[in-house]
Antibody, heavy 118, light 111 residues
Framework: EVQLVESGGDLVQPGRSLRLSCSASGYTFDDYAVNWVRQAPGKGLEWVGFIRRKAYGGTTQYAASVKGRFTISRDESKDIAYLQMNSLKTEDTAVYYC?????????WGQGTKVTVSS | DVVMTQSPLSLPVTLGQPASISCRSSQSLLYSDGNTYFNWFHQRPGQSPRRLIYKVSNRDSGVPDRFSGSGSGTDFTLRISRVEAEDVGVYYCMQATHWPLTFGGGTKVEI
């Protein structure tokens, strides 16, 4: 079964850092890009960023709201993608999902909750 | 950024009756490779989003055939031929033609 599992969500204070993980299984991780999408409480979906396949350079793109603070990486040896979040703000409070593919978004994880509060 | 505008925001439906949701983009979603990277998603309360339709009109595996997608350029529509109870939730459109990728604000479907 193709599956994505996020982890690492927590309650953190503003200005602190947190790293989320997205563990993939059931498919060849190297063959797909990974996107991160977030959903603030009671709100809609917001694209956060994306990392290409390593074969395409593993390059990244980010939403303006997180650019310079968030970094996406991937580890093909572990089939895991990461979302490093620095200088967290209260408005980063959300459930964070990882999803597969450059434009596909065909498989989603269950999400991990990040709460930024003092 | 490409703005995705969904309507209506809320859609009361009757079981067994048809329903449709509109999504308009502020720019054409036709990519230079000839594809239109436009998807529809469904999210039930407390669950992750699930893709229903990709590239405008392609239904995902396991999605009932009462769901259909259509449109081109900047205007897109999701249709449900006969609403069932399990169809409640929020529907989102999304474009992946232009950076940054953007979602519509969502349409809440309720019985």
């Amino acid at each position: 079964e193709v599956q994505l599992v996020e982890s690492g969500g927590d309650l953190v204070q503003p200005g602190r850092s947190l790293r989320l993980s997205c563990s993939a299984s059931g498919y060849t991780f190297d063959d797909y890009a990974v996107n991160w999408v977030r959903q603030a409480p009671g709100k809609g979906l917001e694209w956060v960023g994306f990392i290409r396949r390593k074969a395409y350079g593993g390059t990244t793109q980010y939403a303006a709201s997180v650019k310079g603070r968030f970094t996406i990486s991937r580890d093909e040896s572990k089939d895991i993608a990461y979302l490093q979040m620095n200088s967290l703000k209260t408005e980063d409070t959300a459930v964070y999902y990882c999803t597969r593919g450059l434009s596909a978004f065909d498989v989603w994880g269950q999400g991990t909750k990040v709460t930024v509060s003092s | 950024d490409v703005v995705m505008t969904q309507s209506p925001l809320s859609l009361p439906v009757t079981l067994g009756q048809p329903a449709s949701i509109s999504c308009r983009s502020s720019q054409s979603l036709l990519y230079s490779d000839g594809n239109t990277y436009f998807n529809w998603f469904h999210q039930r309360p407390g669950q992750s989003p699930r893709r229903l339709i990709y590239k405008v009109s392609n239904r995902d595996s396991g999605v009932p055939d009462r769901f259909s997608g259509s449109g081109s350029g900047t205007d897109f529509t999701l249709r449900i031929s006969r609403v069932e109870a399990e169809d409640v939730g929020v529907y989102y459109c999304m474009q992946a033609t232009h950076w940054p990728l953007t979602f519509g604000g969502g349409t809440k479907v309720e019985i």
